[in-house]
T-cell receptor
Framework: EDQVTQSPEALRLQEGESSSLNCSYTVSGLRGLFWYRQDPGKGPEFLFTLYSAGEEKEKERLKATLTKKESFLHITAPKPEDSATYLCAVQAAYTGNQFYFGTGTSLTVIP | NAGVTQTPKFQVLKTGQSMTLQCAQDMNHNSMYWYRQDPGMGLRLIYYSASEGTTDKGEVPNGYNVSRLNKREFSLRLESAAPSQTSVYFC???????????????FGQGTRLTVV
């Protein structure tokens, strides 16, 4: 059973059209949920860590939120430079040092 | 501050050849990881090292070996490469916290490996 599921797989937005990406998880004993951005041909770049339900973090046009079963990455008024693949990962009490990643959402922002 | 450095960036191997992927981090992190990334599969953990001197298997360890040479360096070896090992390989590091979990992982730029 997948521990981390991201949706949608791909998302196309017009510049300025706000939307949300979803990351649902089934692990118990969540220690942390991590959001990354990955540009083509590059390694994942860290964005946020969320530790407990109700927590929110913001950076420029991005806002990440966490509930007991899922996390959302809200993108407000996106720009073409926000185009990338967004990955989420979880770390759980029983996984120790391991991070489990979802397959990502490929975001394209059209000018 | 270079972060996580991987070498080489690109490599083409023939089936049966061996090679070692090198990774070094300069953030003084205890934990290091090797992932592979394939289309539609996401990042899958091959091996990890929670601290210097220890290594553990991840989700897809078959066909690979690792060495944690010192706190900075963590290498991944393919003893006899197979076409199924064609992938993009990422090394990452994170800091282990006393409460039993880790900080976020920082990634290298990847090694694009093709086995023909």
């Amino acid at each position: 059973e997948d521990q981390v599921t991201q949706s949608p797989e791909a998302l196309r937005l017009q510049e300025g059209e706000s939307s949300s990406l979803n990351c649902s998880y089934t692990v118990s004993g969540l220690r942390g949920l991590f959001w990354y951005r990955q540009d083509p041909g590059k390694g994942p770049e860290f964005l946020f860590t969320l530790y407990s339900a109700g927590e929110e973090k913001e950076k420029e046009r991005l806002k990440a939120t966490l509930t007991k079963k899922e996390s959302f990455l809200h993108i407000t008024a996106p720009k073409p430079e926000d185009s990338a693949t967004y990955l989420c990962a979880v770390q759980a009490a029983y996984t120790g040092n391991q991070f489990y990643f979802g397959t990502g959402t490929s975001l394209t922002v059209i000018p | 501050n270079a972060g996580v450095t991987q070498t080489p960036k690109f490599q083409v191997l023939k089936t049966g050849q061996s090679m070692t992927l090198q990774c070094a981090q300069d953030m003084n992190h205890n934990s290091m990881y090797w992932y592979r990334q394939d289309p539609g599969m996401g990042l899958r953990l091959i091996y990890y090292s929670a601290s210097e001197g220890t290594t553990d298997k991840g989700e897809v360890p078959n066909g690979y070996n690792v060495s944690r040479l010192n706190k900075r360096e963590f290498s991944l070896r393919l003893e006899s490469a197979a076409p199924s090992q064609t992938s993009v390989y990422f090394c990452a590091s994170s800091e282990y916290l006393d409460r039993g979990d880790n900080t976020e992982a920082f990634f290298g730029q990847g090694t694009r490996l093709t086995v023909v």
